[in-house]
């Protein structure tokens, strides 16, 4: 390493940052030399190390070497304040962007992806307008309050949001909920005005408080779900019960939409059930509508139709990319207006719709609302809506190869609705329909879901006027349509929630409570072993099956002699070995499910049945040996195997021999590595009857068939 100071002969000396830098820079060009000895001297250094050198005197060695140590005690490197800032600026970056996905994806964007996004957008918009305005009904909220639940929530969810195809906005059940609340609080309102019946306006905005309020309920009930990570609550209702929810909302659709459909005016009621709005509607048949019913039943067969003919010609791209419902609306609104429907039929139009921008305002809870109403609607929105948004996240971030964080969207959602509510929106979550249209778009960030918001502004500004003749029916056969395939229930929210309770029990239970069985031997075959079912009797044990010992076989003939004399059943099909317990473990151990394996031990030693009340007496013999059948078992982890072999150790405190058969090769390893065999417990067995042939060598007792 050439330097001017090398002609000098003598050593240069870095002192301060110089020598520092120079200390670092050579550790982090890693030229293979050791760091205890990587310190490299300056040039010169060298020169005068050597042993050649005139000027290599002891005492100068001595000199170098202790300027040296002295050095090395001396921090390596100090950060200067540029460092730390750069650092910080970092720092706070990679937190940005992981927090507000969009700084992330942003930047990134090229011109072919912006392209295919905003194609998608349009895609999804002429959808999501349809849908906005006609899940608006089941509210029972103006349109407009549907196309602001599709404009706010979906714009701050494209910022926050992780994955690149969920549709945020309207969902008909989630909207079904909230159309529940909403009508069921309105009853106070018009008992606050009784006799008197209270101003349109009034009600208005009474249901857009009521609703503006459970999605802020519902927001923060997301918000605070994802921040204390609560993003596994999706696996823990099963997809049975996902589908009991969505079921659960078809009969009050179908009932409250089919009216429409039909033309029937509406109840007088206004606070109904869903049988009472069935009877109503079926004592009410003959006064159909019959434009409306033509006209709405011939769109519901149009719709259907669409979508045959899609199912059945998918290779034909142009047929696949014809947004169905957004043509239903623009023909029927031709129609209607080239024939006049309104005007000489008596068809309910959509008529005049103020499409306003939506205003900031903080949402309240109403006066005659009670809030817990608000808030216990909100918590079961919540349920209904994380769990389908997370799993459409999740299925379509798997099909697409990449990655989402369920905490996050819990938290983006969350947002999504606490932001919406300020500004008239009701409760927004993802939907199935519009993100898998979404994701046959090709879209590759979440900038189509944004694309797809501007376009709803869009409309909201200047295509409300253009929807006057479109026929009400039409509206509620688009809904009627999407709904046609679920199941009827007769309580949405009552059914919803018990699914809830009843998925949640399961799944602790299941997670908590291990899968064993207790074995006996087969009085038809003595070498089979099968699960003993029922309450446990010492009958049926012959005397070669117990220890052998005199007060077991008098006992055993008492027993015989008891059971004889109340002519009972002395014959069993799968008899007990006294002093051995057989358990057939049926699944993976984990922490969880491992730590009640002890407890359900102690109960099969003493009563030989979990079914056995703890109030009874025990019933079975001193426990000699244990035969764990570990056949179902494929995997433990450590703290299952931590408590598997504290209980196998307690065996042999007590002078009870332990041994596990057919072990899988993964389970021996972490035997062999957690010392099993030492704590007392035996595994080199291929089956239960080499195992029983072992045990009884080694208590010298009689098990044998």
Same mark, same amino acid.
């Given at each position: 390493m050439p330097?001017?100071?090398?002609?000098?002969?003598?050593?240069?000396?870095?002192?301060?940052?110089?020598?520092?830098?120079h200390s670092v820079t050579t550790v982090q060009q890693g030229e293979g030399t050791p760091l205890l000895t990587g310190y490299q001297s300056p040039s010169g250094a060298s020169d005068y190390m050597h042993p050649a050198s005139s000027q290599a005197s002891l005492h100068e060695r001595h000199t170098h070497e202790a300027s040296h140590r002295q050095r090395q005690a001396q921090p390596r490197h100090q950060p200067t304040h540029a460092h730390v800032q750069a650092f910080s600026r970092k720092w706070w970056l990679r937190r940005i962007r992981y927090y507000v996905p969009i700084v992330g994806w942003l930047p990134r964007c090229s011109a072919g992806s912006l392209a295919t996004d905003i194609k998608a957008g349009f895609m999804v918009a002429c959808l999501l307008i349809p849908q906005a305005l006609s899940y608006s009904s089941l509210t029972h909220l103006q349109p407009a309050y549907g196309l602001y639940t599709a404009l706010v929530p979906a714009l701050v969810y494209g910022m926050l949001g992780t994955s690149r195809h969920l549709s945020m906005g309207p969902e008909a059940l989630v909207s079904v909920l909230t159309g529940t609340l909403v009508k069921s609080q309105l009853k106070h309102l018009y008992a606050a005005?009784?006799?008197?019946?209270?101003?349109?306006?009034? *009600?208005?905005?009474?249901?857009?408080? *009521?609703?503006?309020?459970?999605?802020?309920? @519902? &927001?923060?009930?997301?918000?605070?779900?994802g921040m204390f990570r609560f993003g596994f609550l999706d696996s823990m209702i099963s997809e049975s019960s996902l589908r009991g929810f969505i079921s659960g909302a078809a009969i009050v659709v179908l009932?409250?939409?089919?009216?429409?459909?039909? &033309?029937?005016?509406?109840?007088?009621?206004?606070?109904?059930?869903?049988?009472?709005?069935?009877?109503y509607m079926l004592s009410h048949l003959a006064q159909v509508h019959a434009a409306t019913a033509v006209v709405s039943l011939g769109a519901l067969a149009f719709l259907r139709l669409l979508r045959t003919t899609k199912r059945r010609f998918r290779s034909a791209v142009w047929l696949q990319s014809i947004p169905d419902t957004l043509v239903v609306i623009i023909l029927t609104t031709l129609v209607s207006w080239a024939t006049g429907l309104s005007r000489e039929h008596g068809v309910a139009v959509f008529g005049s719709v103020d499409g306003d921008l939506p205003r900031f305002s903080v949402p309240r809870v109403p006066a005659y609302v009670d809030t817990k109403d608000i808030v216990s609607s909100g918590i079961t929105i919540t349920m209904i809506g994380v769990v389908e948004s997370v799993i459409v996240a999740r299925e379509y971030a798997s099909r697409n190869h990449y990655a989402v964080s369920s905490n996050r969207e819990l938290v983006a959602l969350g947002v999504s609705n606490?932001?919406?509510?300020?500004?008239?929106?009701?409760?927004?979550?993802?939907?199935? @329909?519009?993100?898998?249209?979404n994701d046959r778009a090709k879209a590759t960030s979440q900038l189509s879901g944004i694309v797809a918001a501007i376009l709803v502004l869009v409309s909201l500004l200047g295509l409300l006027p253009y929807l006057y003749h479109l026929p009400l029916g039409v509206l509620a056969a688009i809904i009627v349509d999407a709904v046609v395939s679920l199941l009827v229930m007769a309580s949405v929210e009552t059914g919803i929630l018990l699914a809830i309770v009843i998925s949640?029990?399961?799944?602790?239970?299941?997670?908590?409570?291990?899968?064993?069985?207790l074995l006996g031997r087969s009085t038809e075959n003595?070498?089979?072993?099968?699960p003993i079912d029922g309450v446990v009797s010492s009958l049926g044990i012959s005397r070669r099956q117990?220890?052998?010992?005199s007060s077991d076989e008098s006992a055993l003939d008492r027993e015989q002699e008891d059971a004889e004399d109340g002519n009972e059943e002395y014959e069993a099909q799968v008899q007990h070995i006294e002093g051995v317990l057989i358990v057939r473990v049926d699944e993976s151990l984990y922490f969880a499910n491992a730590g009640q394996l002890h407890a359900r031990l102690n109960r099969l030693e003493l009563y030989g049945d979990m079914r056995v009340h703890p109030s009874e007496d025990p019933r079975m013999k001193p426990t000699r040996a244990v035969v764990f059948d570990l056949i179902g078992m494929s995997d433990i982890d450590g703290s299952a195997l931590e408590i598997l072999l504290n209980i196998v150790r307690e065996y042999s405190r007590r002078q009870v021999r332990v041994a596990f058969v057919r072990v899988c090769e993964s389970v021996r390893g972490q035997f062999e590595k957690s010392g099993m065999e030492h704590a007392g417990g035996e595994y080199d067995f291929n089956d239960i009857n080499s195992a029983l042939a072992h045990l009884e060598r080694q208590l010298t007792i009689s098990i044998s068939p």
């Open positions: 330097n001017s100071s090398a002609s000098t002969g003598a050593p240069s000396r870095h002192t301060g940052i110089d020598a520092e830098e005005y009784s006799p008197n019946t209270p101003p349109a306006d009034t *009600v208005d905005e009474f249901s857009a408080a *009521v609703a503006s309020a459970v999605a802020l309920a @519902s &927001g923060l009930c997301t918000f605070a779900l009932i409250g939409q089919t009216r429409i459909v039909l &033309g029937l005016p509406a109840p007088n009621s206004v606070h109904s059930s869903p049988w009472s709005d069935l009877c606490i932001v919406g509510s300020a500004f008239g929106a009701y409760p927004a979550f993802g939907s199935l @329909s519009r993100s898998k249209l949640l029990i399961m799944v602790i239970k299941r997670s908590n409570m291990p899968r064993i069985k003595g070498y089979e072993f099968r117990s220890f052998g010992s």
